[in-house]
């Protein structure tokens, strides 16, 4: 085995990540973690001031209710969320972040981040319940807070470790293993209670930019299904496993599109097929009541643009300069306020990129768009699996306290494994909660920690035998490229192992093919997805021949890893519900319709730590009192 060393941490609350919600989590926790004498310790993959989905900057606060200006009330954000997800959310969990999110943002405020305003000094919408912001700092500002709370309660920051497997005393979690992507360090954690906070995954599906472009996407390429691995791993219930998300964005760099519906109020047509949500309209009546009802779900409107895509009348377009023009026709009759404001709008058109997605901004100039001038390309993306957006993927966690929810059984947000709770992109079935939000349920999940940790922790046991089998299972690629690696001329072709790259080529193409990726036009089967299956099967023995010849492909061995475990909750769960509920996310060809009779329920999976089989369940839908 190679000769790391062992780094045995120890800590009361092990937060793992360090993105939105770990944020959120390490800023509460650590207040509370102060008063009663307890440590907190973070661990990062990446560097906490800049990692995670909001690594590059965002333009907008996604989640906003704004209870304090009479402007809505949470059983509204209920509502919408509920909406948008074709009737499956977990209503006790959306109104416990919606509740929590308004304060979330004022801390934001107070800490730095500009929030624009209007001349009457209130926040300006982009949409009902976005906020537009000068994002391009936003993550270093809230790092900053979680790093002072953390500093101030006596904890530690610990980044550049990449956590794998979670550590487990009967159905209790004492720690979790990883290692350092800089040094030959194993890092060995022990805690009485566990967050985990890893985001979402990317790269489960091949993505449509391939070749030269390949590894560029919509979702960050840094979050690789850790937190779906962890939870399944240490045998916790999951739920929402088929909904994943498939946005539409600016082709090819993958630019947000939310200010250009929401706050320019631009139309979308297919180039011959026309404004696909006024041909297509009849189509929403088969998906009643959501698809009756504004605003019509994200995944409806995918599905009615996709129509036309697979009837060959696209390619897409936003229609960015008839935007701009109905805005500025307004100051039509005095041409210099016009000519303002034109500026205007095409300052915030570009502003809009830089400060979450450069790459549009570079793409938009080499091809000589202006946006004022020229509709641009739109286009679905791959699939991504991301909770805390308008996918609903994640673990399944206890409800808040204090509200009548048939799925309580302990500390809000603590999974099914006592002691180990999911935030953010990482717990299931309470979507739209976006940075804010997930700040916010790190908020909440933190406190819990807290409290478990004060009623029922326990010193960790952990067996260091297993600890040990675990540390060379890790590092296992290491030894497997050194051994072999000297047996072929490339280096790269060799019958004892594969590198991360094509093993990633072959789970992204089994994903796409089987599982409703670009390729298959969204579209899957039964026999589809147990053909995927098979394969999969194939695809998880070759997982233990993946070799490394650094840290940095340790790390993507291990990330590969993640993800296969993550696309395989998503085949058995598709799998499992036989209907079709997002179009536009996915399309189950032998079950084409929306089935409300026998599937207007939650469709959970759980992988038995002893058997290694897999349990699928249907759950039922609680609806909130007054919602
Ligand atoms: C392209 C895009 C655009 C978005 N736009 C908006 C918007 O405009 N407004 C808005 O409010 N929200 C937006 N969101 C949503 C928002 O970014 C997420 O809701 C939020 O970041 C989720 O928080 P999280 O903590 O779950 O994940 P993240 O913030 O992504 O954090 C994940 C963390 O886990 C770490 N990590 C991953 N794997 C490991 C591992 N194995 N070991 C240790 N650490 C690990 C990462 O380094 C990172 O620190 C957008 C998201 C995306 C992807």
Same mark, same amino acid.
């Given at each position: 085995m190679a000769n790391w060393e062992t780094v045995v941490v120890e800590t009361d609350l092990l937060i793992c990540g360090g993105g939105f919600s770990a944020c959120g989590a390490a800023t509460e926790a650590s207040y509370w973690a102060k008063k009663k004498g307890l440590k907190v310790t973070l661990v990062d993959k990446a560097a906490v001031d800049r990692s995670g989905a909001v690594a590059m900057g965002?333009?907008?606060?996604?989640?906003?209710?704004g209870v304090k200006d009479g402007e809505n009330t949470l059983e509204d954000y209920v509502r919408y969320v509920r909406q948008d997800l074709m009737g499956v959310s977990r209503e006790d969990l959306v109104y416990n972040i919606a509740r929590h999110v308004d304060s979330t943002v004022h801390l934001f405020e107070k800490w730095g981040l500009k929030i624009w305003k209007d001349e009457q000094g209130k926040y300006v919408h982009e949409g009902r319940w976005q906020l537009m912001i000068n994002g391009e700092s936003y993550k270093i500002i809230i790092a900053e807070a979680a790093k002072n709370a953390i500093a101030d309660a006596g904890g530690e920051i610990i980044e550049r470790v990449f956590i794998v497997d979670p550590l487990l005393d009967g159905n209790r979690v004492v720690g979790a293993v990883g290692f350092s992507t800089r040094e030959d360090k194993f890092y060995v954690f022990k805690a009485k209670a566990v967050i985990a906070g890893m985001g979402g995954a990317v790269h489960v599906f091949r993505p449509r930019?391939?070749?030269?472009?390949?590894?560029?996407?919509? $979702?960050? @390429?840094?979050?690789?299904g850790s937190s779906a691995y962890f939870t399944i791993k240490a045998g916790a219930e999951m739920t929402c496993q088929e909904v994943r998300f498939i946005p539409v964005r600016f082709?090819?760099? $993958?630019? @947000?599109?939310g200010a250009w519906f929401l706050l320019f109020k631009s139309r979308a047509v297919s180039a011959e097929g026309g404004d696909y949500m006024t041909t297509h309209k009849e189509v929403l009546q088969n998906y009643a009541p959501y698809g009756l009802v504004k605003p019509i779900p994200a995944n409806l409107r995918n599905y009615l643009g996709m129509i036309d895509v697979d009837a060959g009348l696209g390619p897409l377009y936003m229609e960015t300069a008839e935007a701009i023009q109905n805005i500025a026709a307004q100051y039509k009759d005095d041409p210099k306020a016009f000519k303002k404001k034109m500026k205007e709008l095409e300052s915030e058109a570009w502003e809009d990129f830089l400060d979450m997605t450069i790459s549009q901004a570079i793409l938009w100039a080499s091809q000589n768009v202006k946006p004022e001038e020229k509709h641009s390309e739109i286009a679905a993306c791959e699939p991504y699996f991301i909770g805390s957006h308008s996918g609903a993927s994640g673990a399944w966690v206890s409800g808040p306290e204090d509200l009548p929810t048939p799925y309580k059984w302990g500390y809000a947000n603590m999974t099914t494994v006592e002691g180990l709770f999911a935030v953010g992109?990482?717990?299931?079935?309470?979507?739209?909660?976006f940075s804010s939000g997930s700040h916010a349920e790190g908020r909440i999940a933190g406190k819990q920690a807290v409290k478990f940790i004060v009623e029922k922790g326990q010193a960790p046991k952990l067996d260091m035998a297993e600890v040990e089998k675990l540390k060379e299972r890790i590092l296992k690629p290491l030894d497997l490229w050194n051994k072999h690696k000297d047996e072929t001329t490339d280096p790269e072709i060799n019958t004892n192992y594969v590198v991360p790259r094509q093993y990633l080529h072959r789970l992204q193409k089994l994903m796409d093919e089987y599982a409703g990726g670009v390729v298959s036009a969204f579209k899957t089967s039964k026999a589809l997805l147990e053909r995927g299956l098979e394969l999969m099967a194939l695809l998880k023995e070759d997982s233990d021949k993946m070799a490394a010849r650094n840290h940095h492909e340790l790390m993507r061995v291990w990330e590969n890893i993640q993800r296969t475990w993550q696309a395989e909750a998503h085949i058995r769960t598709l799998l499992f519900r036989?209907?079709?509920?997002?179009p536009g996310y996915y399309f189950r060809a032998d079950t084409p319709k929306m089935d409300d009779k026998n599937w207007l329920c939650f469709a959970n999976c759980q992988w038995n730590r002893q058997s290694g089989e897999w349990k699928m369940m249907k759950k039922d839908i609680w609806a909130l009192p007054g919602a």
């Open positions: 965002l333009s907008a606060i996604n989640q906003y209710v930019s391939v070749g030269e472009g390949f590894g560029r996407s919509w $979702y960050p @390429p840094f979050n690789s082709k090819d760099a $993958y630019g @947000p599109v992109d990482g717990s299931g079935a309470s979507s739209h909660k036989e209907e079709t509920r997002w």
